[in-house]
């Protein structure tokens, strides 16, 4: 299957009653383990970069490789999507490489770190939009902003600092005419979203809820949702490293969020532990061994299994041969005409 928009993916689990994970990469080896989770639970899915990971990766690099996946894989339904783009100029950039979504994070400023007005958030926004969907390319917004830095990403402090608004969501995906909307309820990027398992003062699902029943039709987006497991924790604490107890989003919280409303789920963390587990238990029991692929290859079986636990729990597995590729240039039409509807359906409050 040639690589697919993510808003045909979204649109096909809003009808299934289902979440697709969306998983980020910076190198062939993630890529693969996506794919093979795929193909091993028979899932549509979506593959992310940041910028970090295209800096790393180099553009080039990271499309062909994409390319390779949706050509080794053509049974699966496969989105290439940039995630926290921090301009317009991004955004564009990673269109005219063939990203097939773009998320332009106009929460924060272009600097990625501090805080945007609503105003200059919608702005940015419905520029991205007009540009992405004149080409067919679909867009994620994101109001409210998430806690935690990431690779330099993000405003840090606590998840609680910025919350959405849903009266703010509204009006923002009325606005800005976005595809889905990432929202902010208590979550954070990175492994230290919680100091225990968080309940509903920490993580705020009904905060989640309420912006459901005004956007009942709205993709909504869940980041920093990783759920941090203490097996993964502990086989880096027992192979040398040192992380601190930590605790993520439960599974069944996000599986609550699918139930309302919530299309795409945003992991990161949970595959970086995985590998990172994998490799110093090759390194601590086997320090004579230095082929990179005596420890490449358990790590990427690692991400595999976690990849693939997260398409079951999220629903996604088993619908990746629901529906045939809806092609860009079509998509592109589909948004002229009106078929591909961008206006938010409001409920009253
Ligand atoms: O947004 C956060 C993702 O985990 C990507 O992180 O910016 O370090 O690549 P990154
Ligand atoms: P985690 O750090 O929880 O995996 O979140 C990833 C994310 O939201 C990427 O945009
Ligand atoms: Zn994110």
Not at 23 to 32: A, L, S, T
Not at 114 to 137: L, Q, S
Not at 210 to 223: D, E, G, Q, S, Y
């Amino acid at each position: 299957m040639p690589l697919v928009s993510t808003r045909q993916l979204l649109d096909e689990a809003a009808k299934g009653g289902y979440g697709v994970g969306a998983f980020n990469v910076n190198d062939m080896e993630q890529i693969q383990a996506i794919m093979e989770a795929a193909k091993e639970t028979n899932s549509p899915v979506i593959i992310q970069a940041s910028r970090g990971a295209r800096q790393f990766a180099q553009d080039n690099y990271l499309y062909h490789l994409m390319l390779a996946a949706a050509e080794l894989y053509p049974q699966i339904p496969l989105a290439m999507h940039l995630d926290h783009g921090n301009s317009f100029e991004t955004c564009e950039s990673a269109i005219k490489l063939g990203f097939t979504s773009v998320m332009m994070d106009g929460s924060l400023k272009p600097d990625g770190k501090t805080p945007a007005t609503f105003e200059e958030n919608v702005e940015v926004t419905r520029k991205v939009v007009d540009y992405a969907h004149e080409r067919g390319i679909s867009v994620e917004g994101e109001i409210g902003v998430l806690g935690g830095i990431e690779d330099g990403h993000g405003a840090g402090g606590s998840g609680l600092d910025h919350v959405t608004d849903p009266d703010q969501a509204v009006e923002f995906a009325e606005l800005t005419g976005v595809d889905s909307l990432a929202i902010a309820i208590g979550t954070s990027h990175g492994a230290y979203k919680f100091t225990k398992k968080p309940d509903g003062s920490v993580l705020k699902m009904d905060l989640l809820l309420a912006i459901h029943k005004r956007l009942p039709n709205t993709h909504l987006v869940m980041h920093g949702s990783s759920s941090v497991p203490k097996d993964l924790q502990d086989i880096i604490n027992q192979y040398g490293g040192k992380l601190k107890e930590t605790w993520g989003v439960p599974v069944e919280e996000i599986q609550l969020g699918i139930k309302n409303g919530v299309r795409k789920i945003n992991v990161d963390t949970d595959n970086r532990l995985a590998i990172t587990g994998a490799i110093r238990k090759v390194l601590w029991e086997s320090p004579e061994k230095f082929d990179p692929r005596d420890y490449m290859k358990p790590a990427r079986a690692a991400m595999q299994k976690v990849v693939a636990q997260r398409m079951v729990q999220f629903g996604q597995a088993g619908h990746a041969g629901d529906y045939t590729a809806i092609s860009i240039p079509d998509m592109a039409k589909g948004y002229a005409d009106g078929t591909l509807i961008t206006k938010p359906l409001v409920a009253a409050k």
